[in-house]
Antibody, heavy 123, light 111 residues
Framework: QVQLVQSGAEVKKPGASVKVSCKVSGYSLTELYIHWVRQAPGRGPEWMGG????????IYSQRFQGRVTMTEDTSTDTAFMELTSLKSDDTAVYFCTTTVGQLADIRNWFDPWGQGTPVTVSS | QSVLTQPPSVSGAPGQRVIISCTGSSSNIGAGYDVHWYQQLPGAAPKFVIYANNNRPSGVSDRFSGSKSGTSASLAISGLQAEDEADYYCQAYDSGLSAWVFGGGTKVTVL
C-alpha cells in the first residue's frame, strides 16, 4: 500500500521560493505518477501538475507554468515540488498524491494523498 | 470561482438521504469525462469515495452512490450518520484548461 509523507510547514516572504518534499513508501517512486494539488483556506482543491519520476516528464497547469518545478530523487523515493515568486495568495496546504492511470490520463482520480504541507506567504 | 459548481452546504437528520450536486460545462462533465468524489474530514487530506461516476472503492460504505447526467453529477449519501459530517468535492478533467478541476466543496451537516 502506497504511503506519502510530506515535509513540514513553511513560512515564506513574498517573492521567495518554497520546496516541498513527498517521501513514498510501500512502492518504488518510479512505479508511481506523482501529482501536486493545493488547497487555499476555505477553497476547493486545485491541481498544479504531475510528473513521472521514471523519465522525468512533467505536465503543469497553465496557472503555474513557469513558476513550478516538479522533480524527484529516486535514490530516496522522494518527490519534490518547488514554487517560486511566492505571493500572498499562494498561502495554502500543498498535497502530493498519486493516480492509478498514466500521467496524463483524463480519467484519473487521485489516491492516496500525503498529509499536506501548510505554506504561509506573509511579509 | 471553481470550474465545477457545488452548493456550499447541505444538511439532514440522522438516517435521512442527502444529495450533493456538481454542475459543470461542455468542456468537462458535459464532454463525457468521468466525475470523481472526495470526502475531506477537518484537518485531513481528501479521500476518494466515488470514482468514475458511480463506482465505490473497497472500504467505502454502500450508503454512498454517484450518478452523472449531461453537464451535472450527484453524490448521494443515504442513512446519514454523524461520521458523514465532512466537506465533499467533485473532480473531473477539463479540456479547455487541460487540467483536472475540482468543485468548491459542499459541507454536509448532520442535524
Amino acid at each position: 500500500q502506497v504511503q506519502l509523507v510530506q515535509s513540514g510547514a513553511e513560512v515564506k516572504k513574498p517573492g521567495a521560493s518554497v520546496k516541498v518534499s513527498c517521501k513514498v513508501s510501500g512502492y518504488s517512486l518510479t512505479e508511481l505518477y506523482i501529482h501536486w494539488v493545493r488547497q487555499a483556506p476555505g477553497r476547493g482543491p486545485e491541481w498544479m501538475g504531475g510528473h513521472d519520476p521514471e523519465d522525468g516528464k512533467a505536465i503543469y497547469s497553465q496557472r503555474f507554468q513557469g513558476r513550478v518545478t516538479m522533480t524527484e530523487d529516486t535514490s530516496t523515493d522522494t518527490a519534490f515540488m518547488e514554487l517560486t515568486s511566492l505571493k500572498s495568495d499562494d498561502t495554502a496546504v500543498y498535497f502530493c498524491t498519486t493516480t492509478v492511470g498514466q500521467l496524463a490520463d483524463i480519467r484519473n482520480w487521485f489516491d492516496p494523498w500525503g498529509q499536506g504541507t501548510p505554506v504561509t506567504v506573509s511579509s | 470561482q471553481s470550474v465545477l459548481t457545488q452548493p456550499p452546504s447541505v444538511s439532514g437528520a440522522p438516517g435521512q438521504r442527502v444529495i450533493i450536486s456538481c454542475t459543470g460545462s461542455s468542456s468537462n462533465i458535459g464532454a463525457g469525462y468521468d466525475v470523481h468524489w472526495y470526502q475531506q474530514l477537518p484537518g485531513a487530506a481528501p479521500k476518494f469515495v466515488i470514482y468514475a461516476n458511480n463506482n465505490r472503492p473497497s472500504g467505502v460504505s454502500d450508503r454512498f452512490s454517484g450518478s452523472k447526467s449531461g453537464t451535472s453529477a450527484s453524490l448521494a449519501i443515504s442513512g446519514l450518520q454523524a461520521e458523514d459530517e465532512a466537506d465533499y468535492y467533485c473532480q473531473a478533467y477539463d479540456s479547455g484548461l487541460s487540467a483536472w478541476v475540482f468543485g468548491g466543496g459542499t459541507k454536509v451537516t448532520v442535524l
